[in-house]
C-alpha cells in the first residue's frame, strides 16, 4: 500500500528516502539476518553480493529517478493534471518491477543455502509479525482512519509548507475517503509469506527459484489475492483525486515550496550516484 502513497511521498520523503539508500546494504542485511539468522558464511556471501549490486544499481538506476524526478519538477510547476498522476504510477511501477528484477537472481541463489533451522526462525519471526498485527486491527477503524489522516497533513505540510484552515480541512476529508487498507495488507503479507516458506520447504535450484521469486515481487498483481488488487486500485483512485484536488489549491508560495522539496531530492540522490 505503500506503493500507492509514493505520489506524495516523492514531494516529501526525499531526506529520508536518501538516508536509507546510503545504508541499504546494512539495513537489508539486518533484515536477513532478522528473518533468517545467517551464519557467517552466508553473512560473507549477503555482504559480497550487496556490494555489486548497490553498486550497479546506483550507476544504473538513480539517474533515471534523478530524471523522473526533474520531468516531475516541471509538471508540478505548471500543476498537475490526471495524466501527470498516471505517469507518476507507471513510473513507480516500473522502477519497482526493475530494482526487484535486479534482486530476484542472488536471492534465488541464496535460498538455495537456507537450513530447517532458518526456515523455523523464519516462521517465528513471521508469527509475531502477525500478532502485532492483529493487536492493531483490534483498533475501531476510525481511529487508523484518523491516525492515516494525521500523518497525511505532516507529509502535506513538510512538502508545501504550512496549509490553511479550508486546505486541512479538504485534505482531512480525502483522505478518511480512502479505504482502509491495513487488513488488506496483513492478508496479503500473509499470503507472500506462506508463497516463501513453500518455497523455502521444497527446494528449487537457483534458477527456478528466482523465477518464483520475480512472480511474487516483480509481477505481484498477478498472482496478489484479488481483494488486494481491486483495493490497491480504489487506493490509487483515492489518492489522485486528493493530490489533484490539493494541487489546485496550493498557493504560489506553496507551490514553490514543493518545487523546492523536490529539488533537494533530486541534488541528493545526485549526492548517491556521485558517490
Same mark, same amino acid.
Given at each position: !500500500?505503500?506503493?500507492?502513497?509514493?505520489?506524495?511521498?516523492?514531494?516529501?520523503?526525499?531526506? @529520508?528516502?536518501?538516508?536509507?539508500?546510503?545504508?541499504?546494504?546494512?539495513?537489508?542485511?539486518?533484515?536477513?539476518? *532478522?528473518?533468517?539468522?545467517?551464519?557467517?558464511?552466508?553473512?560473507?556471501?549477503?555482504?559480497?553480493?550487496?556490494?555489486?549490486?548497490?553498486?550497479? *544499481?546506483? @550507476?544504473? #538506476?538513480?539517474?533515471?529517478? +534523478?530524471?523522473?524526478?526533474?520531468?516531475?519538477?516541471?509538471?508540478?510547476?505548471?500543476?498537475?493534471?490526471?495524466?501527470? =498522476?498516471?505517469?507518476?504510477?507507471?513510473?513507480?511501477?516500473? $522502477?519497482?518491477?526493475?530494482?526487484?528484477?535486479?534482486?530476484?537472481?542472488?536471492?534465488?541463489?541464496?535460498?538455495?543455502?537456507?537450513?530447517? @533451522?532458518?526456515?523455523?526462525? $523464519?516462521?517465528?519471526?513471521?508469527?509475531? +509479525?502477525?500478532?502485532?498485527?492483529?493487536?492493531?486491527?483490534?483498533?475501531? !477503524?476510525? #481511529?487508523?482512519?484518523?491516525?492515516?489522516?494525521?500523518?497525511?497533513?505532516?507529509? #502535506?505540510?513538510?512538502? =508545501?509548507?504550512?496549509?490553511?484552515?479550508?486546505?486541512? /480541512?479538504?485534505?482531512?476529508?480525502?483522505?478518511?475517503?480512502?479505504?482502509?487498507?491495513?487488513?488488506?495488507?496483513? *492478508?496479503?503479507?500473509?499470503?507472500?509469506? %506462506?508463497?516463501?516458506?513453500?518455497?523455502?520447504? *521444497?527446494?528449487?535450484?537457483?534458477? +527456478?527459484?528466482?523465477?518464483?521469486?520475480?512472480?511474487? $515481487?516483480?509481477?505481484?498483481?498477478?498472482?496478489?489475492?484479488?481483494?488486494?488488487?481491486?483495493? =490497491?486500485? +480504489?487506493?490509487?483512485?483515492?489518492?489522485? !483525486? !486528493?493530490?489533484?484536488?490539493? /494541487?489546485?489549491?496550493?498557493?504560489?508560495?506553496?507551490?514553490?515550496? @514543493?518545487?523546492?522539496?523536490? %529539488?533537494? $531530492?533530486? /541534488?541528493?540522490?545526485?549526492?548517491?550516484?556521485?558517490?
Amino acid at each position: !500500500m505503500a506503493a500507492g502513497l509514493l505520489v506524495i511521498m516523492l514531494l516529501i520523503t526525499g531526506c @529520508a528516502m536518501t538516508f536509507g539508500y546510503r545504508h541499504a546494504d546494512w539495513l537489508i542485511r539486518w533484515q536477513l539476518d *532478522h528473518y533468517l539468522d545467517l551464519n557467517a558464511g552466508q553473512r560473507r556471501d549477503v555482504t559480497t553480493r550487496l556490494q555489486t549490486l548497490l553498486a550497479r *544499481h546506483r @550507476a544504473e #538506476a538513480i539517474p533515471q529517478y +534523478e530524471q523522473f524526478l526533474r520531468d516531475l519538477q516541471q509538471r508540478v510547476r505548471r500543476g498537475l493534471t490526471r495524466d501527470d =498522476v498516471d505517469w507518476i504510477y507507471v513510473s513507480y511501477d516500473r $522502477f519497482r518491477a526493475d530494482l526487484f528484477e535486479r534482486v530476484a537472481p542472488d536471492g534465488g541463489v541464496v535460498l538455495t543455502t537456507i537450513t530447517e @533451522a532458518q526456515i523455523r526462525n $523464519f516462521e517465528q519471526v513471521v508469527q509475531k +509479525e502477525e500478532q502485532k498485527a492483529a493487536r492493531r486491527l483490534q483498533k475501531p !477503524m476510525s #481511529a487508523r482512519l484518523d491516525e492515516r489522516a494525521r500523518t497525511i497533513l505532516g507529509w #502535506a505540510e513538510d512538502g =508545501v509548507g504550512s496549509l490553511s484552515a479550508e486546505q486541512a /480541512d479538504r485534505l482531512r476529508q480525502w483522505s478518511m475517503a480512502l479505504p482502509d487498507t491495513q487488513s488488506v495488507w496483513w *492478508h496479503y503479507r500473509r499470503h507472500r509469506h %506462506q508463497e516463501l516458506l513453500t518455497l523455502m520447504r *521444497h527446494p528449487k535450484p537457483a534458477g +527456478e527459484a528466482t523465477q518464483a521469486l520475480r512472480g511474487m $515481487f516483480v509481477t505481484p498483481e498477478q498472482t496478489a489475492p484479488r481483494l488486494y488488487v481491486d483495493t =490497491v486500485r +480504489e487506493l490509487r483512485v483515492g489518492l489522485t !483525486m !486528493m493530490l489533484l484536488g490539493l /494541487d489546485r489549491m496550493l498557493t504560489p508560495a506553496q507551490r514553490l515550496k @514543493a518545487i523546492a522539496s523536490i %529539488q533537494k $531530492f533530486i /541534488d541528493d540522490l545526485h549526492g548517491l550516484s556521485a558517490g
